[in-house]
Nanobody, 128 residues
């Protein structure tokens, strides 16, 4: 049974950087595409970034494009989200989710109910 745990969140000033990690256990992560979601207070959870099983294909929400970078290290069973040039509007709880469809290449975010596993989230707060 796949389990995901996020880490790396915290408080950072605008313009700063954080690197989030999504660590998998119970099943090899290389069977899953991984999508990062975030949810700000009072708002719906939205997709932030996606990485395919191979890592070759990625996708980003327009709001983070050029600032965030998703990557994966299947040997370490971990996916990362490098967040640079952070803005206050990036403040949210960030979640990673696994999608076990081999032919999914992140052309679009999969519906949230279709994911096989979710982490519990890590808080990112961007404030001066």
């Amino acid at each position: 049974q796949l389990q995901l745990v996020e880490s790396g969140g915290g408080l950072v000033q605008p313009g700063g950087s954080l690197r989030l990690s999504c660590a998998a256990s119970g099943f090899p992560l290389n069977y899953y595409a991984i999508v990062w979601f975030r949810q700000a207070p009072g708002k719906e959870r939205e997709g932030v970034s996606c990485i395919s099983i191979s890592g070759t294909d990625t996708n980003y929400a327009d709001s983070v494009k050029g600032r965030f970078t998703i990557s994966r290290d299947n040997a370490k069973n971990t996916v990362y989200l490098q967040m640079d040039s952070l803005k206050p509007e990036d403040t949210a709880v960030y979640y990673c989710a696994a999608f076990g469809h081999p032919q999914y290449y992140c052309s679009a975010f999969a519906p949230q109910h279709e994911y096989d596993a979710w982490g519990q989230g890590t808080q990112v707060t961007v404030s001066a």
